[in-house]
């Protein structure tokens, strides 16, 4: 039921999410910054249209790979390398936003990201994404675990897979993060700091446009919360997990049963990012408005 729910609100919000950026006329909404949200709700899109329909059978079913052969193992490797490139690609647009919100508030009177080096950006990030998610195909497999067939990475065969994940979760999930707390904790600084003069004839205007500001970085800070929520419990229990491949019962128990658990939270991020959009942006909700009223 939980996937269900999480499958029609991900559908249903980010594909809105799309409509509304590439057929709205307003040029307000044609910004960089709505490439990458643009962007981001394309590889959320993608990840539940892919994933949660897996996710949910191994949920009614158990965690089984049920189909055999070769075309199993080659779907198998495929679903894990499509997950990990769209998770990537996810991160990188949540920087580039932040980067971009960053430029324009430091330097409000340059327009240092234009739309086609945005679109550049978005290139390189799908680029760099699939590269870094290309040794997923040659560590996943179908591997028998107690007489049942099971699809994931496994790290009895691959001595290195560790420091792989580990690698991964550095540089797509640590380190972003860090890099988004760094440039919000800026951006709020700057607009704390920022005051108007109290006998300037455009005190309110100004006022009005801090306090959009204000709105517009609350809306992204709660996207990265979330994506730090939803997120770093799956690849904080894969990295423990790791950490017990040396007993080999306990670490197939622990990979198969933190994916379980932890892959439900992953997929509800897909569904709250287009959420908090229409809650904390009235631009987003006028465009809502105007396309169903």
Not at 75 to 82: D, P, Y
Not at 133 to 141: E, R
Not at 205 to 218: A, G, L, P
Request: aromatic share 14%; glycine share 4%.
């Amino acid at each position: 039921l939980l996937y269900t729910i999480v499958l029609v609100f991900a559908i249903a919000g980010n594909g809105l999410l799309i409509l509304i950026i590439y057929k709205n006329a307003n040029r307000r909404m044609r910004t960089a910054s709505n490439l990458f949200i643009l962007n981001m709700a394309a590889s959320d899109l993608l990840l539940v249209l892919w994933g949660v329909p897996v996710a949910l059978k191994l949920s009614l079913s158990g965690p089984e790979w049920l189909i055999p052969g070769a075309l199993g193992n080659l779907l198998c490797k495929i679903c894990e390398f499509v997950w990990h490139v769209t998770v990537f690609v996810c991160t990188g647009s949540l920087t580039a936003i932040a980067f971009d919100r960053f430029l324009l508030v430091f330097y409000p009177m340059q327009r240092i990201l234009t739309n086609k080096r945005a679109v550049v950006i978005i290139i390189a990030i799908w680029v760099i994404s699939t590269m870094f998610s290309i040794p997923v195909l040659y560590f996943t497999s179908t591997s028998v675990i107690w007489n049942r067939q099971y699809c994931f990475m496994d790290f009895h065969q691959h001595e290195s897979l560790s420091h792989y994940i580990i690698s991964l979760f550095a540089i797509f999930i640590a380190t972003p993060l860090l890099v988004l707390i760094v440039l919000y904790d800026c951006i709020i600084i700057k607009l704390w700091l920022h005051k108007t003069p109290g006998d300037n004839p455009s005190r309110e205007r100004t006022e009005q446009t801090e306090r959009t500001n204000v709105k517009i970085h609350i809306m992204l800070t709660s996207i990265v919360i979330t994506f730090a929520l939803c997120w770093l419990p799956y690849w904080i229990s894969n990295i423990y997990c790791f950490m017990y491949k040396a007993q080999s019962e306990k670490s197939d128990f622990c990979q198969v049963k933190s994916i379980e658990i932890c892959v439900l939270f992953s997929y509800i991020n897909t569904a709250a990012n287009p959420l908090i959009y229409f809650i904390f942006s009235g631009v987003y909700r006028k465009a809502v408005k105007s396309m169903f009223c």
